[in-house]
């Protein structure tokens, strides 16, 4: 009877337990082929609580007793692109069913190929990276003595690929330069506008692809790093950079309608590591305007301190020896914001403006925080181009941007450690624009600034063709308006393209009264 009595109070708790947890039952499927994928690690966390499962043959699995709740999810195995769920969330219950969770992952992509010189011999040890666009750091590999190269665990994209030869000894160049092989990107070009996109899809094994390396006239860039005082700065980094074709990106940032294009970022073509001494040498640089940034950490008693300085270099027939490059220790920018005509509203108002570096060039995009105030770290100092974000719906833009009693939005000024605390000056975005779609694939309009200044903060909404829109919550201004059959952020369009659709675009101007109307014919995103 002992025995008996126990095994009943068992099986009561057990059930008691049962009542007050959930659980999850859930299928990962393999995206491409459909087929379950087993062995795949599933861990289900929230406040307080978190469970792991692995996948069984057909890709099952299941998780018992677990506390009710909000849950989010991460799925990783070798061989698949990591998977993390986090909205909708995974609502788990105390009831008798299972939470139902069917997730499909795909498997990561490849990439082979090989580098040759210019007469189709394999070229050995020459370092290949996959650019993507939007600035991500690149894949990087050094070809083996067939000339091969391959890149795994590649996430899908539109990425450009580039060989970097060893450089040769820094003997001095002749007149017309010396002829060496140079960074080229596939198939056969050294301007990054001429080279060939790359469209990598899940589980893609791609192959073939072949570099055939250039060779041109190539001259030395030789100088030094300094500090503040004027002293060697040992080991710092230097990068050489292409200005040439200016410094722009894919799409990005986007939230809640905003889009920036042509992201001002640095695209480096190659860096060197300054020496004890802080000299440095670029042995092969071809002709064109460059840019050189120096990176270094100063050590002070206090610890370390971060330093950076840049200089433009143009080559055309001859060496260049000799430059200095002095750092500078790089600033935090500050502020205080003011939110004008302020309406009604629950949650707390928002506001941000853009600091493009026209030095460089980069961009940085930059929120007050709900208290008012304005803080941007690590800045270089130099010329920044200061402008308003125009939205998103919720959101304020600067109207006014005061450093000391000058008015600098829309400007170029300069900014340092020296500069004052900036006054933001917030006003609500009441403008909206409506119109309609001619027949065809729509898939975004985009409102862009009125001129094109890179790099452009524009809004974009959804649309479908031969239905009416509405763009509300823009800010006051000049806009051309376009619709698009589709926006790929993994291709970016150069600054002529937007420039020729801009030549028939139907413009608009946006105030605080009524709404700006515009009818829309359909323009073709860039393959």
């Not at 219950?93 to 007469?119: K, N, Q």
């Not at 500069?419 to 624009?433: C, F, Q």
């Not at 589709?486 to 659709?501: G, K, Q």
């Not at 413009?507 to 009264?513: A, C, L, N, P, Y």
């Amino acid at each position: 009877m002992r025995i008996r009595a126990a095994s009943v109070l068992l099986f009561a708790a057990a059930a008691l337990r049962a009542q007050d947890t959930g659980s999850v039952a859930g299928t990962v499927i393999n995206s491409l082929s459909g087929a379950g994928i087993p062995g795949m690690n599933v861990l289900l966390w929230t406040k307080g609580a978190q469970y792991q499962a692995t996948t069984d043959d057909n890709g099952d699995f299941r998780v018992e007793e677990m506390a009710p709740g909000s849950y989010r999810a991460r799925f990783e195995r070798e061989g698949f692109i990591p998977f993390q769920r986090d909205q909708p969330p995974l609502m788990v219950a105390a009831t008798g069913d299972p939470a139902r969770l069917r997730v499909e992952i795909s498997p990561y992509a490849t990439l082979r190929g090989r580098v040759v010189d210019p007469d189709s011999k394999p070229a050995a040890d020459v370092e290949v990276e996959l650019r993507a666009p939007r600035g991500e750091a690149p894949f990087s590999a050094i070809t083996g003595a067939d000339g091969a190269f391959t890149f795994d665990r590649l996430s899908p994209g539109s990425f450009l690929l580039f060989a970097i030869p060893k450089t040769p000894s820094d003997a001095p160049a002749g007149e017309g330069g010396r002829i060496s092989l140079v960074p080229t990107y596939f198939p056969s070009v050294e301007e990054r506008a001429q080279a060939e996109k790359i469209l990598v899809t899940a589980g893609a094994g791609l192959t073939g692809y072949e570099i055939r390396l250039r060779a041109a006239p190539v001259y030395r860039i030789r100088g030094a790093v300094v500090d503040e005082s004027g002293k060697p700065a040992p080991r710092a980094t230097v990068a050489l950079i292409s200005t040439k074709e200016g410094m722009s990106s894919a799409p990005g940032y986007t939230q809640a309608g905003v889009v920036l294009f042509g992201i001002l970022r640095e695209e480096t073509e190659t860096g060197v590591t300054a020496g004890d001494d802080g000299r440095f040498t670029f042995s092969s640089v071809r002709s064109g305007p460059w840019r050189l940034l120096a990176r270094y950490q100063s050590r002070t008693s206090d610890g370390s301190a971060p330093l950076s300085g840049a200089i433009a270099a143009s080559i055309a027939d001859h060496d260049l020896d000799d430059l200095q490059i002095r750092l500078e220790p790089l600033f935090t920018l500050t502020g205080t914001s003011e939110f004008k005509d302020d309406p009604a509203r629950e949650e707390p108002r928002r506001g941000g403006i853009l600091l493009t570096n026209t030095d460089m060039p980069a961009s940085v995009v930059t929120f007050s925080k709900p208290d008012g105030t304005l803080r941007v770290p690590d800045l270089m100092p130099g010329l920044y181009r200061i402008e308003a974000i125009p939205g998103p719906v919720g959101t304020d833009s600067a109207s006014s941007v005061l450093m000391g009693e000058r008015q600098v939005l829309g400007q170029v000024v300069q900014l340092s450690a020296a500069t004052p605390p900036l006054r933001v000056a917030y006003s609500a975005n009441t403008g909206i624009v409506r119109g309609s779609v001619a027949n065809g694939e729509c898939d975004r309009i985009v409102l862009l600034p009125n001129p094109l200044v890179q790099p452009m903060p524009a809004r974009t909404q959804p649309c479908q063709a031969g239905s009416l829109f509405e763009i509300a919550g823009v800010a006051p201004g000049q806009y051309y308006v376009v619709a698009f059959d589709r926006m790929d952020r993994t291709v970016w369009p150069d600054e002529a393209f937007l420039r020729s659709i801009t030549q028939n675009a139907p413009t608009v101007q946006v105030g605080q009264g009524p709404a700006a109307a515009v009818q829309l014919t359909i323009t073709h995103w860039p393959d």
